[in-house]
């Protein structure tokens, strides 16, 4: 299975933190951001990673990470997204990387407290299809949220003002070789960009679309700056220190 987390973007909902760098380049407690996805790939098992970036700050990340060794890794990949063309377009931009692999996706700005190995090895042994992380949250208006029947993903409700459910997907994906395919049939949304729930919804419809709940705690560092402070707080717990507000 290939790996690819997308760091471009302008990051306008961490402005001003984001006038003078990418939001992936932040320090989230005692590490930059990009940092947690890609320790979350590696602990999950996919160690053939490539990042997606773009902007003015795109070698930032090579100067940064390198070959990848800090995390045992022998090789990383890098890929440069011009403009913003949307989450699909980004893994569009990985096509000739992932060939016929399966592949995780993974936003940058997205970590978890625990890795997702059981569902990369239920993925690998099944590689059909397309599978979607879910976890619930106290507001899941700001996502899109997963409404179900059972085990069955019914449909994805993209950040409904009345939400039937407080399950919600997150920056996680993973697909079969075919996303490729669908991406080129994609036509940009009201916002110019080729949408990643379209892609979902695709599979959906023909009823090759799963997830999965993720196990502990999720943060979306770059959803706003309360989620960013939010996001330094949890990895400083996962660093054994709880930091106590004198307010």
Known sequence: ????????????????????????????YDKPMIYYPIQTLVDSGVTDIMI??????????LRLLGSGKEFGLKHLNYAYQEGEGGIAEALSLAEHFVGNDPVLLMLGDNFLEKPITDAVRR??????????????????????????????VVRIIEKPKDPPSNLVAIGVYMYDSRVFDMIRQLKPSARGELEITDVNNMYLERGELRCERIEGWWADAGESIEMYLRANLLAARLNGVEIKLPF
């Open 1 to 28: 299975m290939k790996g690819v987390i997308l760091a471009g973007g302008l990051g306008t909902r961490l402005y001003p933190l984001t006038k003078v760098t990418n939001k992936h380049l932040l320090p989230v």
């Open 52 to 61: 997606v970036t773009g902007g003015n700050n795109a070698g930032d990340f």
């Open 123 to 152: 993925f690998r042994e099944n590689p059909h299809g397309a599978v979607i992380f879910v976890t619930e949250v106290e507001h899941p208006e700001w996502y899109g949220v997963v409404e179900m029947d059972g085990d069955r």
